[in-house]
């Protein structure tokens, strides 16, 4: 079992940055691909950007050049920086995990989400 905790969410106006952190448990995090998905009012769960267990990267297009993802196995987190924010990148942000070694495929394990919200 993994619990999954996001931080680092909050109100941005366009062009901004904001870091967001997720916090993992167990002792087996760095056998998991981490990805990060969001949500916006009124939209289905979109998938965003993850990292496979080897640092292998994959980011959606809309997001490529402007979001990085991370992680720190020492300490079971995973980052998702993301720079020049568009109003459109306002929504719920999930960090997620998958058992196996690519950030592609099914998630098992999700945490409840941060807010994000870009002004323009």
């Known amino acids: 079992q993994v619990q999954l905790v996001e931080s680092g969410g909050g109100l941005v106006q366009a062009g901004g940055s904001l870091r967001l952190s997720c916090a993992t448990s167990?002792?087996?995090?760095?056998?998991?691909?981490m990805g990060w998905f969001r949500q916006a009012p009124g939209k289905e769960r979109e998938f965003v950007a993850a990292?496979?267990?080897?640092?292998?990267?994959y980011y959606v297009d809309f997001v490529k050049g402007r979001f990085t993802t991370s992680r720190d196995n020492a300490k079971n987190m995973v980052y998702l920086q993301m720079n020049s924010l568009k109003p459109g990148d306002t929504a719920v942000y999930y960090c997620?995990?998958?058992?196996?070694?690519?950030?592609?495929?099914?998630?098992?394990?999700w945490g409840l989400g941060t807010q994000v919200t870009v002004s323009s």
């Open positions: 997620a995990a998958r058992s196996g070694s690519s950030g592609l495929g099914k998630y098992d394990y």
């Open positions: 167990g002792r087996t995090f760095s056998r998991y691909a």
């Open positions: 990292m496979s267990t080897t640092g292998g990267t």
